[in-house]
């Protein structure tokens, strides 16, 4: 039993002496105070680091003391924090950065299969007693007379 003990004590030596430090908190939009979600929270220097949750919280863990925070999301500042207590819950607050887009220009180099033009030509291919038999030459639309006096639909 005695072996079976030390052999326990012999294998968790190391995980013991491996100690971890963790820094825990909330980051939060510095205008409006509601929490970020998916924001990155890094161990400055390093890359260990993690996201905030749905409430904006996270848990950082580290080998070694963290004294700094490096925090960042996309239309945010990204900002540094020091940490001076590691057991004390952080409230960072991310300032809002407005992200520029570039302009879009549409330019149509000619009709689209959607669009359509009725030409001198067309309009003189039909009888020429009613404009009906000229668009019904045009695909996807179907023009209908309702009186032979007029009352067209398409």
């Known amino acids: 039993m005695k072996r079976l003990l030390s052999a326990i004590l012999v294998l968790m030596c190391p995980a013991i002496l491996h100690a971890q430090a ?4 909330t980051v939060i939009d510095q205008q409006t105070g509601a929490p970020i979600f998916g ?8 890359t260990i680091g993690t996201t905030t949750s749905d ?3 996270f848990t950082v863990m580290a080998t070694s003391p963290i ?4 925090v960042s999301s996309l239309g945010y500042t990204t900002d540094t924090v020091s940490v001076t207590n590691e057991s004390e819950a952080l409230r960072i607050r991310l300032v809002p950065s407005p992200v520029e887009l570039p302009g879009v220009q549409v ?12 030409t001198e030509k067309d309009l003189r291919r039909a009888s020429g007693l009613n404009l009906e038999s000229s668009v019904n030459t045009v695909p ?4 209908q007379s309702r009186t032979p006096f007029g009352g067209s639909r398409i």
């Open 22 to 25: 963790s820094v825990h908190g």
């Open 39 to 46: 924001a990155s929270v890094i161990v400055t220097g390093t």
């Open 55 to 57: 409430a904006g919280t």
């Open 67 to 70: 004294t700094s925070l490096t």
């Open 140 to 143: 996807g639309i179907y023009m």
């Open 107 to 118: 330019l149509g180099n000619r009709p689209t299969p959607s669009t359509a033009v009725l």
